[in-house]
């Protein structure tokens, strides 16, 4: 009995962590970026010269 309820608090402890890492992924995607580096558009190809 008290293995299974090892196992079970390992997982609780496993998927909490999970969560949290989730969480502050999310939350550094919603940051907004600095207004000095803009976004390049969808689809954009980059030349020989911008890649410096």
């Keep these: 009995?008290?293995?299974i309820?090892?196992?079970q608090n390992d997982i609780n402890e496993?998927?909490?962590a999970?969560?949290?890492a989730i969480s502050t992924a999310l939350?550094?995607?919603q940051a907004k970026r600095p207004?000095?580096?803009p976004?390049?558009?969808i689809?954009?190809?980059q030349t020989e010269e911008e890649e410096t």
Aim: proline share 4%; net charge negative; hydrophobic share 40%.
């Design 1 to 3: 009995m008290n293995d």
């Design 5 to 7: 309820l090892a196992d």
């Design 14 to 16: 496993s998927t909490r």
């Design 18 to 20: 999970q969560l949290d």
């Design 27 to 29: 939350a550094e995607l």
């Design 35 to 37: 207004a000095d580096k």
């Design 39 to 41: 976004r390049r558009p």
């Design 43 to 45: 689809g954009f190809i």
